[in-house]
């Protein structure tokens, strides 16, 4: 794509902006990245944007390494997991879901079109289990089979879409243009 995902423009805001600012008008105080310290880009980016900086000195272990440090370096009741390049999240999205959260929920996730979507709300209670599973290799989606999930559902799948080719982010552009005008 020429440059890391969470650095693409929408307008004046880069998508790790765009995403944090989502996550903050929610509710969400503390917002934290996990990052590759090799990508000092997004550090200055998160910095700027007062974000806690995690750094996963083991990129090559993939994502589950990465919210392996997300969850272990959590001090709050819940954490909420997602990627970062998720254009159309809105703060109604996130604020229905954290509405959900209850101390006899394990995991909160939004549903759409029959699948399972992010942001993933994980319970405090859950984080130990959760890390060493990922720390064996296992991606967060194994994990979430065994536990049980409250389900949030919503009837488009648009603020879950992601942006993983340049196309996606063509598009993600257009449609964004056309909800402003």
């Known amino acids: 794509m020429g440059t890391p995902k969470p650095l693409l423009q929408y307008g004046t805001q880069t998508l790790l902006e765009r995403v944090s600012q989502t996550l903050r008008e929610a509710g969400i105080a503390q917002v934290s990245v996990v990052v590759n310290p090799n990508s000092q880009g997004v550090v200055r980016e998160a910095q700027r944007l007062s974000l806690v900086t995690l750094f996963n000195d083991q990129p090559e272990l993939g994502m589950a390494h990465s919210a392996a440090i997300a969850i272990k370096n959590c001090a709050s009741d819940w954490i909420a997991m997602l990627p970062c390049d998720m254009p159309f ?68 799948s648009l603020p879950f879409k992601d942006i993983d080719t340049m196309e996606e982010y063509e598009e993600s552009l257009r449609l964004l243009k056309l909800a402003a005008d």
């Open 89 to 156: 999240l809105t703060p109604q999205v996130v604020a229905k879901c954290i509405a959900a959260l209850n101390e006899q929920a394990e995991v909160v996730q939004p549903f759409a079109d029959g699948r399972s979507r992010h942001p993933v709300f994980l319970s405090k209670n859950l984080f130990s289990n959760a890390v060493t599973a990922l720390r064996a290799g296992s991606p967060l989606r194994e994990f979430l089979k065994t536990v049980t999930i409250t389900p949030v559902e919503f009837e488009s």
